[in-house]
Structure formats: structure tokens, C-alpha cells
């Protein structure tokens, strides 16, 4: 008799799902509230400042030019299309930032782990120093480089041949344009799809019966030989068109402008120290046993790396890096400190000519979040396709 | 026993030179193979090609405490930016005959983290000292209390601000960052929800897009004829952008923690505020003190991004002196200078970091 009455009894604070109702009612109010709060203040103060709001303004003309562009850019066209420009700018530098951090921080974690006394100290203080620098004085730092410690193009720093390095940038020859280097192109595409077609001929071979096929080398031939026999087909052209000094500047070739050379320097160097560290965990969590039961199965140095170390090691590798590869997109909205016009920049130009503050920083927060949303939608996937199989 | 009567006269087999002494492990570490040796002698050639010109440059053509006359002359670096204009770099606009006040609170803070070095010294008493410290530091710094003569923030400027707010920043977001992370554990759907996009939101954002919203957004936000000052805004942006990090690593150490230990705090009767003070929470944090000083190595680098908002910390101070055409085209030695002090900080925060980590492991 007791018992059936007794949970009637229980208090309404004492139950924990009312309770937790209760809670979570009163946090979406509180939460409905201040956004009511600073909603409405924002609205009268946009209407006493006789701001309008909404997106219209991408539609008009920008009317600012922009130092460098992908794609045709004049003070003429409109807004949208100057974000445009940035986005585009934000994404190369971000994409070629990211190739060649991976490349350094891949070496670098390496020498770090290597056997040579000199070779490993100095990687761990390169990875030490600048791990330990704000990004932004390093990008301050290459910024005056080019300025004030490189010479004219007069004097040019001749790095490689046909590579120079003054304040004016870095300018390096490219091949003139011909035909047949986008069919050479159109090869090296088509030999990708075959060799992955290839590869999964091979693996199904294998597990059918058990006969291995130098996949590596014949992808590699295919994808080296294929282009280069179009090109040669296409006339084999060699014709450069290399930078020659003309009064006071640099004529032909191509020139990268010292913002985009320092950007990409700073993010590099930075977020390569932080990518080595990442690789060295990753080969060090490898156990030594791995390697030694690789050996005693009598597979070669290069097998065991590419069966046994490198997928365990990626799978440790990988999450971290691609925050790193994040990380390096994010900083690179540092470039409005040293003028490179990338979509922060851009966004901040029109907000600063349209007033459009709210508008400017949601589109920046919405471009940067699309970035980061598909990175981890990727991180998801990768996760799941390299999940450990447990018993 | 005739090889033991033996053994005094014979004379002991000592090991080849080449494999112990200095060339030994010269052998052993720079020449073990051709590939190293290569790689050994590479190494040399680029450290000869750089380190003379640098040492030269650095040291012996340089001038340390001249005017800019002297430096025009000479090849070498011209260190006397630095000392022509180290109260400006260090401390901003802040008044001349006031700047011992910045320094005094300086020194507190270094005293502070200091003595807080030992694990051993952890407990309350350290806790308040920490908090009357802190007021401290913020009344020596703003005055207008026991006779001080109050400073406008806007004439705050240099080293303690970079100071200020990262220290602030990280004791206030620490908090923030914790209820942010019980949220997103949390089984009430809604308030897990609202953690987790303010979490995600935050971290997909790079810090920039957060304090040009703190500069020209946040003025909106609020009712007419309020102003909330610059240095305010900024900090509040980097609390708000601290926080998120510190939720993410807070997780980690939630999730570290047994179920057991849930069970056994339930059955102990304890609800929920008290399993998380006193079961959960201690345990936790303890496992993310090593992360947590790595979230505060970043937000001490990341505090110089407020130069984009024109805020007068470590960095700007120094482009300031750099733009004054007495100094201009020193960039190189005034930046060395700024990353040295940079360097310094952080480089013992990674160590303390690290030793901190070993410890934390063996008690385990």
C-alpha cells in the first residue's frame, strides 16, 4: 500500500526528468532572452545610425581594387565578386600552404628522429623556436624581409637560375603556353582514374589468388610516362619564357607578390614545426616490436615501412594533422596585417566602405566554418574507413 | 685457477679508441653509416655558410647603445632600437614617471608563477594568493585607489598588456571552459546542444573574425549610451575564444574518468554538483593540467593578434618605433627582440609543460 503511493510523493524538484525539464526550459529562456536583448538593441542602433540590413550591398559596386586576383577583378565590378577574389585568394594560399607544410613538417619530423646527433638537435630547436613565436610576429618578420632586407631588382638575389628574389617579390621563368602541356594535363588525369582502377584489379587479384603485382612501379611509370609521351606527341616544347631585367623591373615570367611570399613563408615555417611533432609521435607510437616482427617475417625495409609502420602510424597521424592543416587556413586571415588580400581583408574593406559590420562578419564566420565543417565531415569519414577492426 | 693467478698480469684489453671517448661517439652518432656522414657533412657546410655572417652581423659589427646616427654607419645590427626605445616598447603610452607600477605588477606575476612552480605548494592559501595577486596587478595598473593616480586604459600598452590579457583571459575562460565541457557531457538535450554549436562554433573561426566582432559588431549590441572600452572588448573576444579550447580539453579529461567512479559517487548518495566538485572534477583536471598549459602557451602567442584592432600590446608598440623615421629599416633587430621575449615565456611554459607530464605520469 506504501510502496504504490510513495512515488506519488516525490517533490517536483527531487524528479530528475522534471527536473532536467525544468532546467532546460529555463536555459532556452535565458538564452531567448539575451538574444532578444541584443537583438533589439541592435536594430534600434542600426536605425539610429540609418544602417539598412540584408545582403543587398553585395550587389553594388565595390569600387576598391585589389592587389592581386585569380580571376578578373576591376574597381567596377561588385562586392560579391571582390569577396569572390578573396575567397579564392584565402584558397590558394591556404592549399599550397598546406602541400608544402605537410612536405617540410613531414622531413622535419623525420630529422628529428634520426640517428645523426646534429641533424636531430637541430630539428628540435627549429621545431622549439618557432613553435614558441607568435605566427604574426613571424609573418611581420618575412613581411620586412622582403622590404627592407632585399635588394631591387637590379641587384636580384639569384637563387636557382631563372629564379630571382627581390622586394618586388619572386619571380621565376614558366614554360610558354602551348597545347600540348593541357593535354599532357588531360593524360595525367586519365592515368590517376587507371591507376586507381588498376590498383583495384590488383588488391582483388591478390585476395582471389595470392598473386602480388608491382602495383608501385607501374603506377608510377603510367603516371610519369603517360603525360610525358602526349607532350612529346604534342611537339615536345621547351620554349621558357624567363624573366629578363628591363629598366626597373622584371620582365616575363611569373612574379608572386612579397605579401603572398611572406604569408605563405610565416604560415609554413609556423605550422611546420607543430606538423613534425605531429609525425614524430606518430612514428613513435609505432612499437618497436611492430618493426621487429616485420623483420622476422622476412619482409624488406621498404615493405615493412609501407605494410606494418606507416598505416598504424597514420592512424595517429592523421587527426591531428588535418587540425593542424585547419589551423594553417585559420591563421592565414592574418594576411590583412601585412596586406595580402585574402577574404578577411576583403570583408573588412566592405565593412568598412558599406558600414555592413554584422553582415561582413557573418560572411567571414560562415566561409571559415564551411572550411572547418567539411574538414571534419572528412575527419568522420577517414576515422570510420580506418577504425581498427576488433574482435 | 691458474687463469685467476693469471689475470693481474695480464694487461686489461681496454676498447678500441674508435669506439668510446669523443670520437667514439663521433663515430657513433654524426658518421654511422654513409648516408649520415653525408648528411653530417651537408649539415656543416649550411651551419658555416650561415652562422659567421649571423654572428658577425649580431655581434661583432653591431651597435648596442647609440643613437640612429651610429647605426646608418655600420653593417651590423643596430641593437640601439631597442635600447633607444625600450620603455616605449615595453610599456606603451603608459605615463613616463608611472611605468614602475606596470614593471612592480610584472614582477608579482613572474613571483607568483614562480612559486607556484612546485605541485607540493598547490593548495587554497595558493589559490587566494593568486586572486589577491591578480587584484593587485589590475589596481597597480589602473590606480585611482590608496592614493594611486588612476591611468586611462587606452594609455595601457607593451609587455603588460600581452600580460593582461592572457593571464586574465586564461583565469576567466578556465571556468567559463569548464561548464562549457559538463554542457556538452551533459544528457539534457537541449543544454548539450547549445554547448556543443557554441564549442564548434568557436573553434571553426579563427580568432580575427571574433575580435573584429568584438571592434565593430559588439558597439551594436548594446543599449544606447554604453560603451564598454576596447581593451574590455578584446579580452571578453579572447575569453569567449579561450573558453571553447579549454571546454575541448576539458572533454578529454572527462572522459578519461571511469564509469566507476560515477557509480561510486551515485551510490555514495552525492548528486550531481557534488560527484562533479568533489569526484569527477579533481580527477579530470588533473589529467588536462599538461594540455591546459599548452591552451595557455597558444592564447599567450594568440594575444598578439589584437595589433589588428589597434590595441597597443607587445608588437604594435614595436611597429610604432619602427614607423618613426629615426628607426625606420630595423625591422629585423626590433622583431629578433620581440620573439626573443616570446620565446622566452613560452619555451619555459613547454618546459614546465613537459615536466609537469612526467610527473602526472609516474603517480599514476
Known amino acids: ?391 | 685457477m691458474k687463469s685467476t693467478t693469471a689475470a693481474p698480469h695480464r694487461e686489461e684489453i681496454k676498447p678500441p679508441v674508435t669506439e668510446i671517448g669523443v670520437i667514439g661517439w663521433i663515430r657513433a652518432n654524426l658518421f654511422n653509416g654513409w648516408f649520415n656522414s653525408l648528411l653530417t657533412l651537408a649539415v656543416l657546410y649550411l651551419l658555416w655558410l650561415i652562422v659567421p655572417g649571423t654572428v658577425k652581423w649580431a655581434f661583432i659589427d653591431s651597435v648596442w647603445l647609440t643613437g640612429s646616427e651610429e647605426c646608418r654607419a655600420t653593417d651590423g645590427a643596430c641593437w640601439s632600437v631597442i635600447s633607444a626605445n625600450i620603455r616605449f616598447i615595453l610599456f606603451g603610452f603608459y605615463p613616463h614617471d608611472l611605468q614602475w607600477r606596470p614593471l612592480l605588477a610584472m614582477g608579482l606575476l613572474v613571483a607568483l608563477l614562480f612559486y607556484s612552480r612546485e605541485r607540493s605548494r598547490w593548495n587554497k592559501m595558493l589559490a587566494w594568493s593568486w586572486l589577491v595577486g591578480l587584484f593587485v596587478m589590475g589596481l597597480l595598473l589602473k590606480g585611482g585607489l590608496f592614493g594611486l593616480t588612476a591611468v586611462e586604459s587606452a594609455n595601457w600598452g607593451g609587455l603588460p598588456l600581452t600580460l593582461l590579457l592572457s593571464v586574465f583571459g586564461l583565469t576567466a575562460a578556465y571556468p567559463v571552459g569548464v561548464v562549457l565541457a559538463l554542457g556538452r557531457q551533459s544528457e539534457m538535450p537541449v543544454i548539450k546542444s547549445f554547448c556543443v554549436v557554441y564549442i564548434e562554433l568557436i573553434r571553426g573561426v579563427p580568432l580575427i573574425s571574433l575580435l573584429f566582432m568584438s571592434s565593430v559588431v559588439f558597439p551594436l549590441f548594446l543599449p544606447e549610451g554604453v560603451t564598454v572600452n576596447k581593451i574590455l572588448r578584446a579580452q571578453v573576444a579572447i575569453i569567449l575564444f579561450t573558453a571553447a579550447y579549454i571546454a575541448e580539453v576539458v572533454r578529454g579529461g572527462l572522459q578519461g574518468i571511469d564509469r566507476g567512479q560515477y557509480e561510486a559517487a551515485e551510490s555514495l548518495g552525492l548528486n550531481y554538483f557534488q560527484t562533479m566538485r568533489l569526484i569527477i572534477l579533481p580527477q579530470a583536471l588533473k589529467i588536462v593540467i599538461p594540455p591546459s598549459v599548452s591552451i595557455l602557451i597558444s592564447a599567450f602567442k594568440d594575444t598578439s593578434l589584437v595589433v589588428i584592432i589597434a590595441l597597443y600590446d607587445l608588437l604594435k608598440t614595436t611597429q610604432t618605433t619602427l614607423s618613426d623615421p629615426k628607426w625606420m629599416g630595423y625591422s629585423a633587430e626590433a622583431y629578433i627582440f620581440v620573439a626573443l621575449i616570446y620565446f622566452i615565456c613560452c619555451f619555459a611554459m613547454s618546459n614546465y609543460s613537459r615536466k609537469l607530464e612526467k610527473e602526472l605520469d609516474t603517480d599514476r
Open chain 1, 1 to 391: 500500500m506504501q510502496a504504490t503511493t510513495a512515488p506519488e510523493k516525490i517533490p517536483f524538484l527531487r524528479d530528475p526528468t522534471k527536473r532536467s525539464i525544468l532546467y532546460q526550459l529555463v536555459t532556452m529562456a535565458g538564452v531567448a532572452l539575451l538574444g532578444y536583448y541584443l537583438i533589439n538593441n541592435t536594430l534600434i542602433n542600426l536605425e539610429r545610425q540609418s544602417i539598412s540590413t540584408g545582403f543587398e550591398f553585395v550587389e553594388k559596386e565595390a569600387a576598391f581594387e585589389i592587389g592581386e586576383s585569380l580571376i578578373d577583378y576591376s574597381a567596377a565590378d561588385s562586392y560579391g565578386k571582390a569577396l569572390l577574389v578573396g575567397f579564392l585568394n584565402t584558397l590558394i594560399v591556404s592549399c599550397i600552404g598546406i602541400i608544402l607544410t605537410v612536405v617540410l613538417g613531414t622531413i622535419l619530423g623525420i630529422a628529428r628522429l634520426s640517428t645523426n646527433w646534429l641533424l636531430s638537435k637541430l630539428a628540435a630547436a627549429y621545431i622549439e623556436v618557432f613553435q614558441d613565436i607568435p605566427v604574426l610576429l613571424q609573418l611581420f618578420f618575412w613581411y620586412a624581409f622582403f622590404y627592407e632586407i632585399l635588394p631591387g631588382p637590379r641587384q636580384a638575389l639569384d637563387l636557382l637560375p631563372g629564379v630571382f628574389l627581390c622586394n618586388r617579390g619572386m619571380i621565376f621563368g614558366v614554360p610558354h603556353y602551348h597545347p600540348a602541356f593541357g593535354y599532357a594535363a588531360a593524360a595525367f588525369v586519365l592515368s590517376c582514374i587507371a591507376v586507381w582502377f588498376l590498383r583495384r584489379w590488383a588488391i582483388k587479384r591478390q585476395d582471389a589468388t595470392g598473386r602480388t603485382f608491382p602495383l608501385f612501379r607501374a603506377s608510377l611509370l603510367m603516371l610519369l610516362g603517360l603525360p610525358a609521351i602526349v607532350w612529346w606527341l604534342g611537339g615536345a616544347p621547351t620554349e621558357m619564357n624567363v624573366p629578363v631585367l628591363s629598366g626597373f623591373n622584371f620582365k616575363g615570367g611569373i612574379t608572386i607578390s612579397p605579401e603572398f611570399t611572406a604569408l605563405l613563408l610565416g604560415l609554413v615555417l609556423y605550422t611546420a614545426a607543430f606538423v613534425a611533432e605531429v609525425v614524430r609521435a606518430g612514428i613513435q607510437s609505432v612499437g618497436k616490436g611492430q618493426r621487429e616482427a616485420a623483420t622476422s617475417l622476412g619482409l624488406r625495409p621498404g615493405r615493412v615501412m609501407h605494410l606494418i609502420i606507416l598505416p598504424q602510424a597514420l592512424r595517429v597521424i592523421v587527426p591531428p594533422l588535418t587540425s593542424q592543416m585547419l589551423n594553417l587556413t585559420k591563421n592565414s586571415s592574418l594576411a590583412v596585417a601585412i596586406g595580402y588580400p585574402d577574404f578577411v581583408s576583403v570583408a573588412g574593406t566592405t565593412i568598412n566602405q558599406t558600414g555592413q559590420a554584422i553582415e561582413g562578419v557573418a560572411l567571414i564566420m560562415i566561409v571559415y566554418l564551411i572550411f572547418s565543417l567539411s574538414t571534419s565531415a572528412f575527419m568522420n569519414w577517414y576515422n570510420k574507413k580506418i577504425k581498427l577492426v576488433e574482435r
